[in-house]
C-alpha cells in the first residue's frame, strides 16, 4: 500500500502538536559576533555556523539521533545588501526531506535571524537501502501510471476525478547514467525511449517520529505530461510522497487591465521583464519569467489558484500550439482577470526580491530551502458580496493565504475586475509575511502598524496600475475608495491622525502613509522607490509606528546608495527628497510618536534633517589631527539636576559630547558625535539645554547661516539633526533656554548684530524665527549669545555690544513684556573679538516649583572676559553690577569661549576654551574646567584633553 503525503498533511500533524516537524524562528539575541562582510562567503558561513550551534544546541551531539547542519546556500544577497545563509537539515550525511533553517545578516552583517523548519524524530529505520535507484524509478512510475488513492476517494480537492499520465512504465528503459558515491548516493538515470532523466538520491522521510530513508526521485515525463517530485521507502518500495512539479506552460490570456474601462487586451502569460517597474538588467534575469503562471490549461498556477468559492477553473484552449484564455462568462472573465492580476503581483514582488526564502506565495519553491511549499495562494470568486469588498487572510509560511473577492453591491461591479483591489489584497498577503518575518501573523494588529498595512497595500495598487486612486472603477468614482486621490494636493497629515477621528479605521490612516510613498515615488521615481518599499518592509519590525517604517525607508535608500554606488551628491539629494516627502506629512525629522498601539500623542514636524546621516558622508569630515584638536568656540554646558553635566565642544574633527555623572568625572569619556554632525556647522559654539532629566537638545549655526539641532534622549539615544532654517551670523554662537518641559526659546545673533529668536512647545512645534528689535530697542549685537530660564516663565539674555560691553535683556513670559538691552558692565572696551558672556540660573527650572506665583527667587550668574586683564568676572542676581574681579581668575589668553551651567543653587560649573599656539599649521585647544560647591569656598580647577 502506497502512502501519499502533502505538506498539507504535515502542516495538520504539525497543528496537532504530535508532530516532529515544526516552524524554527529565532530572532535577535544573536548577539557576540563580529560584523563580516556581505561578500565574504567563508567569513559568513563560519558565523551562521556558529549561530546554528548554539540555537541548536539542546542536542546533544553524541547522541543516536544527533543531526546536522549543512551549509546548503551560501548568501543571497537582498538589493539592500543583506544576506542570508541557509542550511540543510541533515542525519549520517544524508538531507532530511524538505528541513533546513536560514541565518539572515542585517546590513551591517550581524546575524539577526535564525528562521526555518526542523524535524526531530525519536526512532529511525535501516540506514542503507533495501532497493536501488532504477527499482525506485520503476515504481514511482509505476505510481504516476496509476496512482493508488487509497488514501483519499481518488478526487481532488475540487472533487473532480484525478488524471493520471499516459506512460507505459512497462516499457521504459531504465539506466544509471551516472551513479555518485557520496552518503546521498545521488543517480541519475537515463529514461528511455523518452529521452529525458531522472534524479535520484537518498533522504530521511519523517513519518511523525520515525524517520525512514527514501528514495528521492525527480523526473520529467515525455510530451510535457509534467515534471514530478516522489519520494520511495527504500526499504519496502512503497511511495510515500508524490507531488506534480508545475509543467511549463505559456499561455495569453485576453484581460481588461487595469479595469474594464480600457478594452480587453490579449496578453502574454508570463508578461515579460520589460513589463515590470524595476530596474532590467542587460542581460535579463536568469530564470525569469518562469513560465507557471498557468499549469496545464487551467487558472491554476504555480503561484495562484482562482476558482469560484464552489470550486472550478477557468479552462483554456489551444491555439496555433499556445494555450489561449478567450472568457465569455461573467463567471470566466473574473477568474481569468484574477489569475492574470495575481501572477503579474507575484512575479512583480519576486522581482523586487520577495522569494522563495521570504515564504512567497507558490505551490513549487524549486527546492529553495528554507522555504515551505504548497503556498500559493487560494483565490476565490464569489457571485455576491463579500465581507470588506475583497479580503486577503493572513497565513504563515507554508498555508496558502486564501484571496476572497466579491461584488460592490452599490455598482454591480466586481472586485475580481480591478486590478487595484486585487493587487491591494495581494499586497496584504505580502506584507504579513515580510513585516516581523514570515511565520508571523500577529505583526501588523497595533493600530499604526495596521494602518500602514493598508498604505502598503494602496501603494503596490497605484505602483501596478500606474494610477493614484484605487477601486476607482469598482466604486464608480475618480478619488476611488479613499477620501482623495493619492497626488500633489492630498489634504491630510499624520497629525490629524491624533486625536483620532470617531469614525476613523485602518483605510483612514493608511492613506497618510501611502500618500507619503506616493509623495517619495514622485520625487525619487518609481522603479528607485518600489524597491524601497520592499527592501524597507524586510527591515521593519514587528507593530512598527509610522515613524519606525519611515526610518527602514531611510535606511534602505542609505544602503541603496552604497550598494549602487552612487555620487555623494546625488545620494544627499536622493536622502533630502526622501525626507522633504515624509516631512511634507507630517513626518518630518523632530516628529514624534507614541507606543504604535495608537496615534493619540502623535508630535508632528515638518523640518527635515540637514544632513544625510551615512557612510559616504565620512569622506568630508576633515581628518584626525593627531596631537590634539582644535576647539571651536562657546562650549554648550547644561545639566538636567545634581550630579549631572553635559559638556558640548565642536572641534576640528567634529563635535564631541561628555559629561559628569556622580560615578564618572567630566571628561573620562568623549563621545564623538561626528556621524550625525551637520557638514555645513563647523563655525559656532555649541548652545545646549535640558528641558527634563535624561533630555538634551543642542544647536549649532552652520556654515550658511541656519540653526542645526540635535536631540538627545537616554531612553533612546541621539537623534537626527535638523535644519531650523534663519538667517544667522555662523560665527557667531546661539543661545538656548527652557522654562518649560518641552518649552526651548533659542536666540542668535542676526547678520546686522540684531537679536533674532525662535521657540518651540509641546502643542505646537517649532515657531518662525522673529526679530526682538522692535521689544528689546537697537543697541546691536557684535557676539553670540548666551541664555538662562531662571523661573517658569522667565528668560534672561546676555550678550557683547557692538562696543565690547556686556548686556543683557529679560522677558516675562506671564506679563509678555521684554526689558530693554542694558549695559551689565562699563569697563572700557578691548579690542578684538572676545566671547560672548555665559549667563546661568543657580537651579534648572524644572527643580524649582512649577507655579509662577510661588516661583522663589533665584540667582542669575553672568560670567565676562574682563576686558583688560583677562580674567573671568561674575556677577550676582540680575546684573547687579557688583563684578567680583577676585574669585574667578583665569589666565590671561585666547579665550574662545565660555560655557556655565549650575544644578544647585551652590554649585556653579564653569568651561572655558582656549586656543593655544602650536606649531605652525595646527592650533591646539584645551577645556579648563572651574567648579564651586559653595559661593563662600575657593573655586576647583581642571583641564580636560580632548
Ligand atoms: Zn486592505
Not at 346 to 365: M, T
Amino acid at each position: 500500500m502506497s502512502r501519499e503525503v502533502d505538506v498539507r498533511e504535515i502542516t495538520r500533524l504539525d497543528d496537532d502538536g504530535a508532530m516532529s516537524r515544526r516552524i524554527f524562528q529565532l530572532r535577535g539575541n544573536l548577539t557576540g559576533h563580529d560584523p563580516v562582510a556581505n561578500d565574504d562567503v567563508a567569513g559568513l558561513s563560519a558565523v551562521a555556523q556558529s549561530v546554528i550551534s548554539s540555537v541548536t544546541g539542546d542536542e546533544d551531539p553524541g547522541a543516536a539521533h544527533a543531526s546536522r547542519w549543512r551549509v546548503e546556500s551560501t548568501v543571497s544577497p537582498t538589493s539592500s545588501g543583506a544576506v542570508a545563509v541557509h542550511f540543510e537539515q541533515t542525519f549520517a550525511d544524508i538531507p532530511v526531506f524538505q528541513a533546513g533553517l536560514t541565518v539572515r545578516f542585517s546590513c551591517a552583517g550581524l546575524p539577526v535571524e535564525v528562521t526555518g523548519t526542523v524535524v526531530g524524530w525519536s526512532d529511525q529505520g535501516p540506514a542503507s537501502p533495501g532497493i536501488d535507484p532504477v527499482d525506485a524509478v520503476l515504481v514511482a512510475l509505476k505510481h504516476l501510471a496509476e496512482p493508488d488513492h487509497v488514501a483519499d476517494d481518488g478526487l481532488d480537492s475540487f472533487g473532480q476525478p484525478r488524471k493520471g499520465v499516459d506512460i507505459d512504465p512497462g516499457s521504459v528503459g531504465i539506466t544509471i547514467s551516472s551513479a555518485g558515491d557520496d552518503a546521498q548516493r545521488t543517480t541519475w538515470v537515463g529514461l528511455s525511449p523518452w529521452s529525458t532523466t531522472a534524479l535520484v538520491s537518498l533522504a530521511w522521510f519523517d513519518l511523525g517520529a520515525m524517520l525512514v530513508l527514501g528514495w528521492q526521485v525527480s523526473l520529467d515525463l515525455p510530451d510535457a505530461q509534467g515534471s514530478f517530485r516522489l519520494v520511495v521507502d527504500s526499504v519496502a518500495g512503497e511511495v510515500l510522497y508524490s507531488r506534480s512539479r508545475v509543467c511549463e506552460v505559456v499561455a495569453n490570456a485576453m484581460v481588461s487591465a487595469p479595469n474594464p474601462d480600457t478594452a480587453a487586451l490579449l496578453r502574454a502569460m508570463p508578461e515579460p521583464l520589460s513589463r515590470y517597474p524595476v530596474k532590467t538588467p542587460s542581460g535579463g534575469i536568469d530564470g525569469f519569467p518562469r513560465d507557471d503562471w498557468i499549469t496545464k490549461d487551467s487558472t491554476q498556477g504555480n503561484c495562484v489558484s482562482v476558482t469560484l468559492d464552489t470550486g472550478g477553473e477557468a479552462v483554456g484552449s489551444v491555439v496555433d500550439g499556445v494555450i489561449q484564455f478567450r472568457p465569455t462568462s461573467d463567471e470566466d472573465i473574473r477568474r481569468v482577470a484574477a489569475q492574470y492580476f495575481c501572477s503579474y503581483a507575484h512575479d512583480l514582488f519576486w522581482l523586487l526580491g520577495f522569494k522563495e526564502g521570504d515564504g512567497n506565495f507558490q505551490l513549487d519553491d524549486y527546492d529553495e530551502n528554507g522555504a515551505e511549499d504548497q503556498d500559493r495562494v487560494n483565490a476565490l470568486v464569489y457571485p455576491g458580496k463579500v465581507k470588506g469588498t475583497a479580503s486577503m487572510g493572513p497565513s504563515v509560511d507554508g498555508a496558502s493565504p486564501t484571496l476572497r473577492m466579491g461584488l460592490y453591491v452599490p455598482t454591480g461591479r466586481h472586485t475580481a475586475l480591478d486590478e487595484s483591489v486585487v493587487i491591494h489584497e495581494y499586497t496584504h498577503g505580502v506584507v504579513n509575511r515580510l513585516v516581523g518575518g514570515k511565520t508571523s501573523t500577529t505583526a501588523l494588529d497595533a493600530a499604526q502598524s495596521a494602518g500602514m498595512n493598508e498604505g502598503w497595500a494602496d501603494y503596490f495598487a497605484c505602483v501596478v496600475t500606474g494610477l493614484n486612486v484605487v477601486g476607482s472603477w469598482v466604486v464608480n468614482s475618480s478619488a476611488g475608495m479613499r477620501s482623495n486621490p493619492y497626488d500633489q494636493n492630498y489634504p491630510s497629515f499624520y497629525s490629524d491622525l491624533a486625536p483620532s477621528k470617531p469614525s476613523a479605521e485602518e483605510h483612514d490612516y493608511g492613506e497618510i502613509w501611502c500618500a507619503a510613498l506616493m509623495e517619495v515615488d514622485r520625487r525619487l521615481g518609481t522603479e528607485i522607490t518600489a524597491q524601497l518599499v520592499l527592501d524597507a518592509l524586510k527591515l521593519t519590525p514587528s507593530n512598527p509606528t509610522f515613524l519606525q517604517a519611515r526610518d527602514a525607508v531611510l535606511s534602505a535608500l542609505d544602503d541603496m546608495a552604497t550598494a549602487s554606488g552612487w555620487t555623494s551628491g546625488d545620494a544627499q539629494l536622493r536622502m533630502h527628497e526622501a525626507w522633504s516627502a515624509f516631512a511634507r506629512f507630517g513626518m518630518g525629522v523632530l516628529a514624534s510618536s507614541p507606543a504604535s498601539t495608537t496615534f493619540v500623542g502623535v508630535q508632528p514636524d515638518f523640518s527635515v534633517p540637514s544632513f544625510s546621516p551615512s557612510a559616504y558622508a565620512d569622506s568630508e569630515l576633515e581628518p584626525y589631527e593627531p596631537g590634539g584638536r582644535q576647539v571651536g568656540p562657546t562650549p554648550g554646558v547644561s545639566t538636567w539636576g545634581p550630579d549631572r553635566l553635559d559638556l558640548f565642544c565642536s572641534t576640528s574633527t567634529g563635535m564631541l559630547h561628555t559629561w559628569h555623572a556622580s560615578d564618572m568625572p567630566l571628561g573620562s569619556v568623549w563621545e564623538s558625535i561626528d556621524g550625525a554632525t551637520p557638514t555645513v556647522g563647523r563655525r559656532s559654539g555649541v548652545a545646549a539645554c535640558s528641558w527634563e532629566p535624561g533630555r538634551i537638545d543642542a544647536f549649532i549655526i552652520g556654515d550658511d547661516g541656519t540653526l542645526h539641532t540635535l536631540a538627545h534622549d537616554v531612553a533612546t539615544g541621539w537623534g537626527m539633526w535638523a535644519n531650523l532654517g534663519g538667517a544667522l551670523d555662523p560665527g557667531c554662537s546661539p543661545a538656548v533656554a527652557s522654562w518649560a518641559p518641552g518649552r526651548l526659546d533659542v536666540f542668535a545673533k542676526g547678520p546686522a548684530g540684531e537679536l533674532m529668536h525662535l521657540w518651540r512647545d509641546s502643542a505646537t512645534g517649532w515657531g518662525r524665527w522673529e526679530s526682538l528689535d522692535p521689544f528689546v530697542g537697537s543697541r546691536k549685537l557684535s557676539s553670540g549669545l548666551s541664555a538662562t530660564a531662571p523661573a517658569p516663565g522667565r528668560l534672561v539674555i546676555a550678550g557683547l555690544s557692538v562696543q565690547g560691553y556686556p548686556q543683557v535683556c529679560d522677558y516675562d513670559v506671564w506679563l509678555g513684556t521684554w526689558t530693554r538691552w542694558n549695559l551689565a558692565h562699563t569697563a572700557s572696551p578691548a579690542a578684538g573679538d572676545r566671547p560672548a558672556p555665559a549667563i546661568t540660573a543657580s537651579i534648572p527650572h524644572f527643580l524649582q516649583s512649577p507655579s509662577p506665583t510661588s516661583r522663589r527667587p533665584v540667582d542669575v550668574d553672568l560670567y565676562a572676559i574682563a576686558p583688560v586683564d583677562g580674567t573671568l568676572q561674575i556677577t550676582h542676581s540680575h546684573w547687579s553690577r557688583s563684578w567680583d574681579t577676585t574669585s574667578r581668575q583665569h589666565p590671561a589668553g585666547n579665550h574662545r569661549g565660555l560655557g556655565v551651567a549650575a544644578w544647585s543653587e551652590k554649585r556653579l560649573d564653569l568651561v572655558v576654551a582656549d586656543e593655544l599656539p602650536s606649531g605652525d599649521l595646527t592650533r591646539i585647544g584645551r577645556l579648563v574646567h572651574q567648579w564651586t560647591n559653595s559661593a563662600a569656598a575657593p573655586p576647583q580647577s581642571e583641564t580636560l584633553d580632548l
